[in-house]
C-alpha cells in the first residue's frame, strides 16, 4: 500500500462517493492510464518518459487505496448506520439516496471501476496526444479537478482514519500539478499548442473577441498588453460576423425531413430541393424586378437609344464599318433582353458587368478609330456618346442599389 488507508466509522454511502475518485472522470484510474499511455506513444526525451512511467505507476497506488477505502467503509455496515448518515446529511441522502447496490449485489462489498453514479470508467477522458506540452497542460488539468474533489470528499467525511488517508493524495496531486508545470518551465516553447504551426490567420491571434455591449475593464490581461506566447500583442475588437448566413442543402428526400409551415410561409432553406430551386428564382427574379422603378427605365431607354443610334450608323451606305455598327447595335439588344428578361435571372448581376464593359468598350473604339472627323467631333457622335456614358452611370449606380440589399 503506497499509504495506509485507515477507517474508523464504516460508511456505506461515503464508500459511494469514494467511487468517483475512482472511476470518475477526475479520478485515480483516469490519471493512471493517461500517464501511462502518454509513455507508450513517448516520442521525446527519455527523461519524461521515465516521468510518466513513474507517475502512472503510482496512480495504480493510488486506485488501490481508493479501492481498499471504499471495501473498509462498506465492510460491517450495520444498516442503521446508512440511515443514520442520510438523516445527518439530508443533501447526500438526497443525492445518494443510501448506499451504491452494487456494492452489495455485484462486488461483495469491494469497490468498481465506475464513478459515483454507477457509471462505468469511460476511456475517452484519457487524453494522450503525442504533443507533450499538450498532453501536459491535460495533466496540470486533471490533476486540478483530481485534488479539487479530493479536497470536497476530505470536507464530506468525519473520519479520522479517511482524512489522513485523503490528505496524502491530496499532497500528491499538488506534487504531480507542479510537476506537469515544472515540464512545461522546462520547454522551449510550449505555447501556443502546437507551437511549430505558422498558417494560421495571424490577424486575429491576438484579437479578444467582444461580443457584448459590457464595457471591457482597463486592467483587463487578456484584452491588452503582450500576449502569454510572447508573440504578439492583445488587442479588443468589436466581434462581427466573418462569414455569412449558412445555406444547407436539404436532406435527401429519403430521411423524411421536409415540413413546410402552412400558407407558403417557409423561407427557402426548409423546403426541398426541387422547390428549393423554384423558390430561388422567384425570390431571385423578385430582388432583381423589385427596383424596377429606380434605374430599370433609363437603362432600358438608354440601350435601346445606343443600338438605335448603331443600326442607323450601320444602315449609312457611305459608312464603311456598317457591318460593325450593325452587329455592335444587336450586341446591345442581347444584352439588354438578357439583363432585364425573367429567364436570365441567374446570370443577371454577370450580364450588368458585361453590358458595362460592352459600353465602355464601345465609347473606346469610338475615341481610336471613329473621332474626331476632319478636326471637328461630329454632333450625332457627342449626343450617342453621351447616352452611352449615362448608361455607364446608370448600370453603375443599379450595381450600387444591388450590393446593398444583399449585404
Ligand atoms: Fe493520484
Do not use: C
Not at 508545470?181 to 516553447?189: K, S, T
Not at 492583445?234 to 402552412?262: D, M, Q, R, W, Y
Not at 444584352?335 to 464601345?362: D, E, Q, S
Amino acid at each position: 500500500m503506497a499509504y495506509p488507508v485507515r477507517v474508523e466509522k464504516p460508511n456505506p454511502v461515503f464508500a459511494g462517493l469514494l467511487q468517483q475518485a475512482i472511476g470518475g472522470i477526475e479520478g485515480e484510474i483516469r490519471v493512471m492510464l493517461q500517464y501511462l499511455f502518454q509513455a507508450w506513444g513517448f516520442r521525446g526525451p527519455m527523461k519524461y518518459r521515465d516521468m510518466l512511467y513513474n507517475t502512472g505507476t503510482e496512480e495504480i497506488g493510488h486506485i488501490e487505496m481508493l479501492a481498499t477505502a471504499v471495501a473498509l467503509n462498506l465492510e460491517g455496515a450495520p444498516t442503521q448506520m446508512q440511515e443514520e448518515v442520510v438523516a445527518q446529511n439530508p443533501v447526500v441522502g438526497a443525492i445518494m439516496g443510501g448506499m451504491n447496490p452494487r456494492h452489495v449485489i455485484s462486488t461483495a462489498l469491494a469497490a468498481t471501476a465506475e464513478d459515483s453514479n454507477g457509471n462505468p470508467f469511460n476511456g475517452s477522458w484519457v487524453v494522450a496526444t503525442g504533443n507533450l506540452a499538450s498532453d501536459m497542460y491535460a495533466n496540470v488539468t486533471a490533476e486540478t479537478s483530481g485534488r479539487l474533489l479530493v479536497t470536497r470528499l476530505w470536507e464530506w467525511t468525519d473520519d479520522p482514519g479517511m482524512k489522513d488517508t485523503l490528505s496524502f493524495l491530496i499532497a500528491r496531486d499538488t506534487m504531480h500539478q507542479n510537476q506537469w508545470l515544472a515540464v512545461i518551465e522546462e520547454l522551449q516553447q510550449p505555447l501556443p499548442v502546437p507551437s511549430d504551426f505558422t498558417n494560421e490567420h495571424q490577424q486575429f491571434s491576438y484579437q479578444y473577441f467582444v461580443q457584448s455591449t459590457a464595457p471591457i475593464p482597463e486592467n483587463a490581461r487578456f484584452a491588452q498588453g503582450s500576449s502569454i506566447d510572447g508573440k504578439g500583442e492583445f488587442s479588443t475588437v468589436a466581434a462581427k460576423p466573418l462569414g455569412s448566413i449558412p445555406t444547407l442543402a436539404p436532406a435527401p428526400a429519403e430521411n423524411h425531413s421536409l415540413v413546410l409551415p402552412k400558407n407558403g410561409s417557409a423561407g427557402p432553406d426548409v423546403v426541398s430541393k426541387q422547390k428549393k430551386e423554384v423558390f430561388g428564382i422567384v425570390e431571385q427574379f423578385t430582388r432583381t424586378y423589385a427596383r424596377v422603378n429606380t434605374f430599370y427605365p433609363g437603362i432600358v431607354i438608354l440601350t435601346l437609344l445606343t443600338a438605335g443610334a448603331h443600326f442607323y450608323l450601320g444602315m449609312q451606305p457611305d459608312e464603311e464599318l456598317h457591318t460593325w455598327f450593325l452587329l455592335n447595335g444587336l450586341g446591345y439588344l442581347i444584352l439588354l433582353a438578357a439583363f432585364v428578361l425573367p429567364p436570365f435571372t441567374a446570370v443577371h448581376a454577370m450580364t450588368r458587368w458585361i453590358l458595362l464593359g460592352y459600353t465602355a468598350l464601345t465609347i473606346l473604339l469610338w475615341i481610336f478609330l471613329g473621332s474626331p472627323k476632319e478636326g471637328k467631333l461630329d454632333p450625332f457622335d457627342v449626343l450617342v456618346k453621351s447616352v452611352e456614358i449615362f448608361l455607364l452611370l446608370f448600370l453603375f449606380l443599379d450595381w450600387r442599389v444591388d450590393s446593398k440589399q444583399r449585404s
